[in-house]
């Protein structure tokens, strides 16, 4: 946040950043979080089971593997992103899927 001349809080986008939009949740927003998350943010993979509202299956780029407790981080992020974009009010969950391995590593709930 910076101040503009009468000294208003205002604030500055990064050149090339995505809108965020909020409204009324529905499928289009879901698909936009999903496309928005696999195009800016570390997950390459990117699914909600059973065309779920409430739960998102992820795998990240390896080299986010640090630690179990930074995988967790991201979960949380990824849910807080996907209620503000989507406008979902419900609790959701983010699934950390290990890159490698068919098994879980992390997640989120928010």
Same mark, same amino acid.
């Given at each position: 946040? !910076?101040? /503009?001349?009468? +000294? &208003? #809080?205002?604030?500055?986008? %990064?050149? +090339?950043? /995505?809108? *965020? $939009?909020? +409204? ?9 979080? &999903? ?7 570390? *997950?390459?993979?990117?699914? @909600?089971?059973?065309?779920? /509202?409430?739960?998102?299956? *992820? !795998? ?9 407790? /930074?995988?967790?981080?991201? %979960?949380? &992020?990824? %849910? !807080?992103?996907?209620?503000? &974009?989507? +406008? @979902? ?10 890159? #490698? ?5 992390? $997640?989120?709930?928010?």
């Amino acid at each position: 946040m !910076r101040e /503009d001349s009468v +000294g &208003q #809080e205002t604030s500055s986008r %990064a050149e +090339g950043a /995505d809108e *965020v $939009k909020i +409204g009324s949740f529905s499928q289009e927003a879901k698909e936009a979080f &999903q496309s928005w998350a696999l195009k800016n943010t570390a *997950v390459r993979y990117f699914e @909600y089971p059973n065309g779920s /509202d409430t739960s998102i299956w *992820v !795998r990240l780029a390896p080299e986010k593997y640090t630690t179990k407790k /930074d995988a967790e981080v991201i %979960a949380l &992020q990824l %849910a !807080r992103d996907y209620k503000t &974009q989507t +406008g @979902y009010d419900g609790k959701v969950s983010v699934t950390i899927w290990h890159f #490698e391995k068919n098994e879980e590593f992390a $997640k989120g709930r928010l």
